[in-house]
């Protein structure tokens, strides 16, 4: 049973997660590149070797798309849904590669009430992909709109 | 024929489009969201009216998803692809609804060659997709590296 978040439950230094684990594989590379990122380091082993890349690399949309879903099925369970009013500073430090295993981590940097909006604030949180040695693959910030508990 | 564009190619206020124009169906939002980003607002129209968006609206990263294919189909095409460090300021400023017609340009803000790599640079550009109105749904800055042409 999740507990739903309200603003008031937030609070700078919280650390959210949970046991979710995705395997990337080649296939699921490749069929995301197909359809969204046709380039060469991200559609088969031996077209990527000869590229930057060196390999078979995930599309950096492809990693962001698998960490929304590892964080909607995380502990972080803010009333109304995680709504993004949008994203700072992403990067993608390392890349994705087949058989690696993610997980994402998400902490509140700062938590504050609307100035027009009674009934809602904003939250700041640094949301976190790390692969299976816990190095991270992605990182950004994100401003969420989170509704205030209700009275 | 595509133009290879190597970094002596860009200047700040080229702007780069073409024709790609992408469609976005309710089924698509649906599938998109069913695997990536399973929340009430993406996942049917019924269900998206009881929430903050009052009616169904694609994740915001089925739209960068999107738009990463406009741009690859675009005529913005340098040398080595397009090949990114990282994304600043990602905002979704309205939602991209069913039936939705997307298209990007990417315009050129900066280009400085690489302090310590000789053979490339750093170029700058702001993506913006536009929906059939001409409203922009979203923005980034992406910070890309791009070789220099081989002499």
Redesign the interface.
């Known amino acids: 049973m999740k507990t739903t978040l309200y603003l008031e439950d937030l609070a700078p230094g919280q650390v959210y997660g949970g046991a979710g684990r995705t395997k990337v594989t080649a296939e699921s590379i490749v069929a ?1 590149a197909r ?7 991200h559609l088969g082993e031996e077209r990527a070797r000869r ?2 890349f060196k390999g078979l690399a995930a ?4 990693t ?3 960490t ?2 590892l964080t ?1 099925d995380s502990d972080f369970t803010p009333a ?13 430090p390392r890349p994705v590669r087949p058989g690696d295993e993610l997980r994402v981590q998400t902490e509140v940097l700062e938590v504050r009430p609307s100035k027009s909006k009674p009934d809602q604030g904003i939250a700041k949180v640094r949301v976190t992909t790390l692969n299976q040695k816990n190095e991270t693959v992605q990182e ?1 910030v994100a401003v969420l ?1 989170v509704p205030k508990r209700p009275r």
Chains 1, 2 share one sequence.
Not at 59 to 62: D, I, K, L, Q
Request: hydrophobic residues 50%; glycine residues 14%.
């Open positions: 995301f359809d969204f990122d046709p380039q060469d380091f590229t930057a599309s950096g949309w492809h962001a798309a698998l929304m879903r909607v109304g849904g995680i709504l993004g009013a949008g994203v700072e500073q992403l990067s993608w950004f709109v």
